[in-house]
């Protein structure tokens, strides 16, 4: 049946059906806070805000370092060589993996996850450290992770299927499917589109509301408090980052199918894809049999503490979790390599500039020396890398950052999560990216200055003549 606009009504999209310490502490306190500044915090803008009082688990001594306890000696890191891509391909391999040892035992992180594809093929997916500093359970390639803001090309991504089989269109008014959604202004209510949502083109001041969903606020009021705020610009003229509004093309999505989101991105992508480990919510995280609780800073280590439901409420902005193994099969789908599941219009649409984000040039040194020119697609920010195209997104919450980076020229692909609020693996990324595309070494890590920051002092010449 088809509806006054030409498309299917709900009833008829078709619903596929697959299955001296405390010296010691301040001294090191004081020093990661010196780096802070030098090494910028990972993620979108929520995660830098103030949080409410969080309950934590009870406190553990912190061990002095955690797994691996030796990391691999660092071998020499080279750029890509033309023509000689199984050579190109070990090397990296064992760089990378070398690289994510390093940085989890000089950062002290609890645990880590990442993933390598080139060509077509994972080159690397595991998980390292522990899953819990209290409990000290391994991770490992199934761990899952929170995917915090990486969730966004998901709700993209599914947007776009559906877009295919004519359920949704990328210039459907939210407000004709969803009557509950409302802006301040009435022409900026009636004239927001679903690709107005997913390039975060509503005009709403940056962020909104991310306070307020902190504040573990309820969705259907975080959505009824919009229509209070005064906008920044007319909808579509300009890009102010968001979470809550974004999350309205989910309601347009339930509307207009009548089968919630959460399903559609299961028999959508994580089915076909092979995305076993990978779910959509809180109680979905608690039940994986192999989690990584989240850790926040307390003292001179990390400490777990209890996930959140904030941005869970938001599943299309932030409501994905995933481990390693899962996100292998997602960098080759957005590469173009699972045309049965994701094919290249939907590719090319997604991932296409769709309004300019100049602010992206501005933050961490690896974006301030490298980002040309910067741009938001659809749930990807796109960027002039030195030249070369980057599609990629970074993603914080309580206890989680991840980061995800496609060099869709190249064919390749890589992603990092960790759970613990550092932004230590960060330069990992640039780092990769410079050593394969061959760009001048920078040390956008600083691997010795976060050593040093988490020696403990050495005893002075004088404490040592007294003894």
Known sequence: ?????GRRSARTVAVPRAPGARLVALWQSLMLAALVPVLMPVGDAHAQTTTPTIPVLPEVPQPSVLLPRTPRPMPPLRPWVPGDRDSNVARMTTEFEALCDRVLAAARLPAMAAAMVKDGKVLSARGIGVTDTTLRAPAGADTVFRLASLSKAFASTTSGLLVERGAIGWDDPVREFVPAFELRNTLDTE??????????RTGLPA????RVVEANVEYPELVRQLRGLTGECSVGSCYTYQNVAFSASGDLIYASTGERYSRWVKELLFDPLGMRNASIGLEALERASDWARPHVRRGSGFTPVHPKPTYYRLPPAAGVNASARDMGPWLLAQLGHAPETLSRNVLDT???????????RQGSAWRRGRIVDAWYALGWRVVDYSGHRLVWHAGAVQGYRAMIALLPDHDFGMVLMWNAESPVPAGLMP????????????DWLQLDRVERANAPPRKSVRNRRRK
């Open 1 to 5: 049946m088809l509806n006054s606009r």
């Open 191 to 200: 004239r927001l589109t679903l690709r107005d949502v997913l390039s975060h």
């Open 207 to 210: 962020n909104s509301l991310d």
């Open 350 to 360: 997604i991932q296409s500039p769709h309004v300019q984000s100049p602010y992206e």
């Open 431 to 442: 780092t990769m990216l410079d050593r394969y595309l061959g760009l001048p070494a920078t």
